[in-house]
Every structure is written in structure tokens, then in C-alpha cells.
Nanobody, 123 residues
Framework: QLQASGGGLVQTGGSLRLSCAAS????????MGWFRQAPGKEREFVAA????????YYSDSVKGRFTISRDNAKNTVYLQMNSLKPEDTAVYYC??????????????????WGQGTLVTVSS
């Protein structure tokens, strides 16, 4: 129901935009989030946005470089990633919080998860 795409190989300092397309139900009222898992590490929170798109929340590691947004008409959430660093290399997952109101970083709050898309940043 959540399909993430847009990953790939990029050089340090480059940009990528990830997309997360929802199908099967309308996610326009859900809080949406992005998480990532680097090789050998636990999955971590990246960014989240409320249903309106006006309230966002970022991890300190990506604040100022990444931007989360959504287009409810397209049932799609985006993650614009700029100034990429090798430490951003990870599998990125999108997720939906059906009952939440405010964007939050806690994995257990999210009810639906997409498959990941791999982002590799070369040095």
C-alpha cells in the first residue's frame, strides 16, 4: 500500500528526491514519516509531516538538508534530500500513522510501512 521510489547512487553533495505513493486507501489524513536503516545499524527516524503538510519534524542529522512534503491529491509524500553525505547511505522507508495528529519520530506510532528504497552516497 506504500510504495517508495527514487533511491539511487549519488555523489557527496548531491541531491535526490524520494517519493512514497499510497494505494488501496487514502492516506491524506495520516501523519506520514520517513525512516532509514544503514548497514549494520538500527532503523532510525528521518522526518515526518502531519496531514496538512504544514507541520514537520526532522531528526537533527538531516535538519536543514532534507525537506518532507506531501501532495494529498496524489496520495504521495516526498523527501527532498540535498547536500547528501556518505552517512546518509541507507535503505529509506516511508510509513503512515493512521491515528496520529502531530508528526512524531517513534516507530511504534506508525501503522503501515512501505518497502525500502536504497540511497547510496559515494565519497
Amino acid at each position: 500500500q506504500l510504495q517508495a521510489s527514487g533511491g539511487g547512487l549519488v555523489q557527496t553533495g548531491g541531491s535526490l528526491r524520494l517519493s512514497c505513493a499510497a494505494s488501496g486507501r487514502t492516506f491524506s489524513n495520516y501523519v506520514m514519516g520517513w525512516f532509514r536503516q544503514a548497514p549494520g545499524k538500527e532503523r532510525e527516524f528521518v522526518a515526518a509531516v502531519d496531514w496538512s503538510g504544514h507541520n514537520t519534524y526532522y531528526s537533527d542529522s538531516v535538519k536543514g538538508r532534507f525537506t518532507i512534503s506531501r501532495d494529498n491529491a496524489k496520495n504521495t509524500v516526498y523527501l527532498q534530500m540535498n547536500s547528501l553525505k556518505p552517512e546518509d547511505t541507507a535503505v529509506y522507508y516511508c510509513a503512515a500513522d493512521e491515528y496520529g495528529v502531530a508528526p512524531k519520530p517513534d516507530e511504534y506510532e506508525y501503522d503501515y510501512w512501505g518497502q525500502g528504497t536504497l540511497v547510496t552516497v559515494s565519497s
